[in-house]
């Protein structure tokens, strides 16, 4: 890679030094990335792999931005600030690690995937989660994994068992890139409403199979091709066989683990951090383009700058709000057969009156060294619908039973990046959004990836032994 220039999928940049400065650490990079979260780093540990020279900064003092897992009294500090909590009643704060953001990781999904590449894994420790629910008729009903299961399951009639069957017997035999093995529909243009009438499921069975196994969090998907769910339900599928019966993994100790991780192999590949650092003026070449950043009075060149969207608010959009709502559990909720880790979906249609958006709650506990023992973390939250975002995880809350000792709430703006906020080689992560999973914040990373270098992030040539130039 030639010293003075890289090229992005935007132009090729040459930067000049700035002597009159005091040097930012070296002085001189290839990329600053501001923000820790979890798009970030594992971004800055693919460049730093990739054998580009990576300064990454974050102004606050710990890792994860948006995704830190907190102790008791972190939390009561950013959310209730007035108050301490009771280490009589709820235990030592440091025996907590409650995820900002809610999410469990499929286990064929893309995270595992840059994971396992990258080798990340032997910084982390996972564990499956026991299952998952969906709520019918008022109530919890586990999500079958097995054939038995699936036969037993209050969740449809035999009749309409046998019409899912017949469904995904055909979502097993399709080959994504093989139209020849579609049969009579075309997926690349049919609608998955089409689809769902064609197998002739009932309305109960569709918002089974689009929120509970291909994880949407409305119904916008049915009017749009159905190819992409066919993948989401495969990919569902393929994460439940890997280890049997349950499709999802956590880390030990919450997900502020995983962009730890990801720092860490950054770090081994010459990646500079900076915790409690942030940039006070973005400098900018005679074209437009960023060459550096100042801190502190302190100079550091560049060639392009990732960052998220809370370092650059006027080259995002919002798109929406997430409301979220962490409670401290005495015991699990109802209805989950005691599971130590669980996740239960409430389809939008479950709700009265009904909503757009589905309700999730991710339930931890001890098993995962999420809180001390004894005791359960429940995580609700939902894309927010009104003005009162509170009652809107209200149904949620009341799935955990009357064991809930204390409750948080957060309403959070969710960012999109502008269309033309990289013209200047900055660019922007998306914010995370209410969904329980990974996947959509895989497809940033990779975006974000192919924005900047022109070409697509082929996870499975990676490694981060070999490194890629």
Known sequence: MDSSQIETGVSSISIDEKPTSKKLADGNYDVVVLGTGLTECILSGIFSVSGYKVL??????????????????????????????????????RDYNIDLIPKFILSSGNLVRILT???????????LVDGS???????????????????????MSLLEKNRCRQFFSYVQDVAVGDPGTFGSLDLKNNTMRQVFEYFGLRQETIDFIGHALALYKDDSYLELPA????????????????????????????????????????????????????????????????????SNEEYASCRFIVADPSYF??????????????????EAPPHTKDAS??????????????????????????????????FYIALVSTTVETNQPKDEVTPGIQLLGNSVL????????????????????????????????????????????EKIFGKS???????????QK
């Open 56 to 93: 990454h900064m974050d102004r606050n003092s710990y890792y994860g931005g948006a995704c830190a897992s907190l102790s008791l009294n972190q939390l009561y500090e950013k959310l209730k600030s007035d108050s301490e909590p009771d280490s009589a009643k709820l235990g030592r704060s």
């Open 117 to 127: 590449c990258t080798q990340v894994t032997k910084y982390l420790e996972f564990k």
């Open 133 to 155: 629910f969906v709520v019918h008729g008022g109530k919890p009903h586990k999500v079958p994994v097995t054939p038995r299961e699936a036969m037993t399951s209050g969740l």
């Open 227 to 294: 190819l992409p769910t066919i993948e989401r339900i495969q990919l569902y599928a393929n994460s439940l066989a890997r280890y049997g019966h349950s499709p999802y993994i956590y880390p030990l100790y919450g997900l502020g683990e995983l962009p730890q991780a990801f720092a860490r192999l950054s770090a081994v590949y010459g990646g500079t951090y900076m915790l409690n650092r942030g940039v006070d003026k973005i400098d900018y070449n005679p074209e437009g383009k960023v060459c550096g950043v100042y």
């Open 313 to 330: 608010p006027e080259k995002a959009k919002p798109v929406g709000k997430v409301i979220r709502c962490y409670c401290i559990l005495r």
């Open 341 to 374: 880790s669980c996740q239960i979906i409430i389809p939008h249609r479950q709700v009265s009156p009904p909503r757009r958006s589905n309700i999730y709650v991710l339930v931890l506990s001890y098993n995962h060294r999420v809180c001390p023992q004894g």
């Open 406 to 449: 204390e409750k948080f709430y957060s309403v959070d703006d969710i960012y999109e990046p502008l269309e033309s906020s990289h013209q200047d080689n900055i660019f922007l992560s998306k914010s995370y959004d209410a969904t329980t999973h990974f996947e959509s914040t895989m497809d940033d990373v990779f975006e974000i990836y």
């Open 457 to 467: 992030l082929d996870v499975s040539h990676f490694s981060a032994e070999s490194g």
